[in-house]
């Protein structure tokens, strides 16, 4: 008998754990499972803001996948996805090879939200991906090293956009790394502007009033400038301008002011619903019996109103009963509704601060960060286990390339 064939589209924390759930769930020989990425590295998208600013070495970031995954059970295929061909149940990729499915996971994760603003495509930096994030630490020494040659001060205006959660730990980074980056490219810090700006009356405006305070006082003891209430309405190659006829010259804007569900998704041939995959209580795409999707590209209905939000968190709560699912399907068994359970949030800022939420419970400062750190170091452990953590934090793991 023909083996089924799943094919996983994105490497990120849905894609990888659905296909590491698989490899414990399968039998020897039951399905053929690919696994299909743009990169050839997996990479830790809630650390990314420290690529971003130079306080993580890239190896801790991001991984290649062949080392994550077992070659004997998942079959690693680098390509951009394209689109899906939901008749001919096949999967589309750049360069027009198209590789054939059973079943299909998509879990694409996300992309910025601009909300059309003018410039902001063509001129900030976005926390998107590892690629991203280094094309913002390659523009800081950028403009650390032609400082030095025209003294022009919009080269030392660092400007982030957005103070959601990862607005707030991209600042956190910039003010513990700049200082540093400074020291090596022989810069005075003191010429250095951090400026956050927020279209709220505050940074994390959706937490408790407490948090806001603390993470208020944390940043300002930055010397970080804060616009708040105030929204950015355009970029330019050399300023940002906001509202209230406020502009401020600046080469470089990092925006983090929200995501939306990867835009390949809307070339699928399938329902979307606010740039998302809407899915069943068994994470299958709505009205489909072999395709499933998980994480920040699919639209999943808490109760009648609200969705689960694009966090890392749900998309592997997700895989877990993703790759339970896709197997049940494969055996002819049942299924298992999806049941979120929030085990709460924590932000850090910088190494020594964070600010954070379990149940009704507050987290801030230094144990804040230490419960950050250990939440990061659960999911390597996931991942890879202990040696992987070992890896990471010790360096014996090649660079990406
Ligand atoms: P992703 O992790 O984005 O993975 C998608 C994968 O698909 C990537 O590997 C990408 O390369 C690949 N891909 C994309 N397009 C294509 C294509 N066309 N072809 C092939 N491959 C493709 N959430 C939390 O719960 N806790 C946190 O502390 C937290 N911190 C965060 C910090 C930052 C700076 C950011 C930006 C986000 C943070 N989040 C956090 C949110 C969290 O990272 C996302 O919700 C999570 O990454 C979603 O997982 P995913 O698998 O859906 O997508
Ligand atoms: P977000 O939507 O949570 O925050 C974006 C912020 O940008 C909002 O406060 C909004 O008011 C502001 N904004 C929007 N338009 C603006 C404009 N024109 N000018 C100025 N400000 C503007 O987005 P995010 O922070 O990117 O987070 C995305 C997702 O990732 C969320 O689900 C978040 O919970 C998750 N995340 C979690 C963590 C964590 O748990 N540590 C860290 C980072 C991100």
């Known amino acids: 008998m023909r083996k089924p064939k799943i094919v996983i589209l994105g490497a990120g924390y849905g894609g990888i754990i659905t296909s590491k759930k698989l490899e414990k769930l399968l039998k020897s020989g039951e399905a053929d499972v690919t696994l299909i990425n743009k990169h050839e590295y997996h990479y830790i998208t809630t650390q990314l803001h420290k690529t971003g600013a130079g306080t993580a070495v890239d190896r801790q970031i991001a991984m290649e996948i062949p080392d994550l995954i077992d070659p004997d059970k998942t079959t690693f295929k680098k390509a951009s996805v394209t689109g899906v061909d939901v008749q001919k149940q096949a999967v589309h990729l750049e360069g027009g090879e198209s590789v054939d499915y059973d079943y ?9 939200e601009t909300f059309g603003i003018p410039g902001i495509k063509e001129h900030a930096f976005a926390i998107r991906s590892f690629r991203s994030t280094k094309a913002i630490y390659n523009q800081i020494i950028r403009q650390l090293s032609l400082y030095k040659e025209d003294k022009d001060p919009s080269r030392l205006t660092f400007v982030v956009a957005g103070g959601g959660f990862t607005g707030v730990e991209m600042l956190g980074e910039l003010a513990e790394g700049l200082p540093k980056l400074c020291k090596k490219y022989d810069v005075p810090f003191d010429e250095v502007k951090i400026v956050a700006v927020e279209a709220a009356a505050s940074v994390i405006p959706f937490f408790p009033k407490e948090s806001i305070q603390y993470t208020t006082e944390v940043l300002e003891n930055f010397n970080i400038q804060l616009h708040m209430s105030t929204k950015i309405l355009e970029c330019t190659p050399e300023k940002v301008v906001l509202e209230n006829d406020i502009e401020i010259p600046t080469r470089t804007l990092i925006w983090s002011c929200g995501v939306k569900g990867n835009p390949i998704v809307q070339d699928c041939g399938l329902p979307v619903i606010k740039n998302k995959l809407p899915v069943d209580s068994f994470l299958r795409v709505q009205d489909m019996k072999n395709i499933f999707s998980i994480g920040d590209c699919s639209l999943f209905m808490k109760d009648e109103k609200n969705a689960l939000p694009p966090t890392a968190q749900v998309a592997l709560q997700e895989a877990d009963v993703c790759a339970k699912n896709i197997v049940a399907t494969i055996r002819g068994g049942s299924l298992k509704a999806f049941e979120y359970h929030h085990k709460g949030s924590v932000a850090s ?13 507050r987290l801030s400062g230094l144990f804040g960060a230490f419960m950050k750190q250990v939440i990061e170091a659960r999911y390597l452990l996931n991942l890879g286990g202990p040696s992987l953590i070992i890896k990471q934090h010790f360096g014996f793991s090649k660079e990406p390339v």
């Open 349 to 361: 800022i910088g190494t020594f601060a964070a600010v954070g939420k379990v149940g009704s419970f």
């Open 104 to 112: 299909l996971l998509i879990a694409l994760g996300f992309d910025i």
